[in-house]
C-alpha cells in the first residue's frame, strides 16, 4: 500500500498536468464534445510526443506520430478501463519515482495512454496496458524496470478523436464508435480497417491529458493506431 508521502508526492505530480487557470471552456459546457483540432494544453506545460496533423477531418484528425518511446505495463486483466488505468499508473508512477533499475528519477509528461482490448461479453474481463510517454532525455537508455516494459514505435499514424470530462467506462466504447462513423468512408477507412484486422479489430487507445483533480477544461482522446504507405495519401 502506498505510504502517505507517496500518495502526497502521486498529487503534486498530477497536479502538474493542471491548467493556467484558465476558465476556456473547450466543449460550450458539454463534457461530450465532439471538438478535433484543439492542441492540448497540457503539451505547453510538460513533454508530450511530437505529431504532425496531416489531415482534419469532420468529427476526426490524422495524426503522424514520429517515434515516441512509452514504457507499459503488463496487460492488466479487469471489467474496468477506469480501474485498469489506476492500477497502472500506480505502477507507472513508482517507476518515474525512481523505482526502477537505475534509481533514476523521470519528469512527468502526457499524455497516459490505456490501450483496451475488449473482452467478448459484457461481464468479461477485458485487458488493458497502460504507458508513459518517456522523455527525450530518457529514451537512448530508458532505466529498465520489473514488470514493465519498453516500447519503441516507428513512425505511427493515428486516428484520433476528441473529448471532454472524466473518463467513464460508459463512454469510451460510444466515443470509439463515434470516430469509426467519422471515419466511414473516407480514404483513411481502409487503411484502419487493415491494420485492425483479425486479433486486432476491436483495439483502440484511451489518451488522459489531464489530473483527477482538475474538474473544468478536461481533455481526452481516442487513438486508432494504424499503418499506411504515404504514397497513397
Not at 51 to 79: A, C, L, Q
Request: aromatic share 14%.
Amino acid at each position: 500500500m502506498a505510504s502517505f508521502l507517496d500518495l502526497f508526492k502521486l498529487s503534486f505530480i498530477w497536479s502538474t498536468l493542471l491548467g493556467n487557470g484558465s476558465n476556456l471552456d473547450f466543449w460550450g459546457g458539454n463534457s461530450s464534445g465532439h471538438n478535433v483540432g484543439i492542441f492540448p494544453p497540457t503539451c505547453n506545460r510538460i513533454e508530450c510526443p511530437s505529431f504532425d496533423v496531416i489531415h482534419s477531418g469532420n468529427g476526426f484528425e490524422i495524426r503522424k506520430y514520429n517515434s515516441p518511446v512509452w514504457m507499459s505495463t503488463s496487460p492488466i486483466d479487469d471489467i474496468s478501463l477506469v480501474e485498469a488505468t489506476r492500477t497502472g499508473f500506480l505502477q507507472l508512477f513508482n517507476y518515474i519515482q525512481g523505482k526502477n533499475e537505475y534509481e533514476q528519477q523521470i519528469e512527468m509528461t502526457a499524455p497516459v495512454i490505456t490501450e483496451v482490448k475488449p473482452s467478448d461479453g459484457p461481464f468479461c474481463a477485458s485487458s488493458f496496458t497502460v504507458s508513459f510517454f518517456v522523455p527525450k532525455a530518457n529514451q537512448a537508455n530508458t532505466p529498465p524496470a520489473k514488470g514493465l516494459q519498453v516500447q519503441r514505435w516507428g513512425e505511427t499514424y493515428v486516428a484520433v478523436r476528441q473529448f471532454g470530462g472524466f473518463v467513464a467506462d460508459s463512454d469510451v466504447g460510444k466515443e470509439t464508435a463515434s470516430l469509426y462513423d467519422s471515419i466511414a468512408g473516407t480514404v483513411w477507412s481502409d487503411a484502419i480497417d487493415k491494420s485492425h484486422a483479425g486479433e486486432n479489430t476491436t483495439i483502440y487507445t484511451v489518451a488522459q491529458y489531464n489530473s483527477p483533480f482538475e474538474f473544468e477544461n478536461r481533455l481526452n482522446e481516442i487513438w486508432l493506431t494504424f499503418d499506411i504507405n504515404e504514397d497513397n495519401i
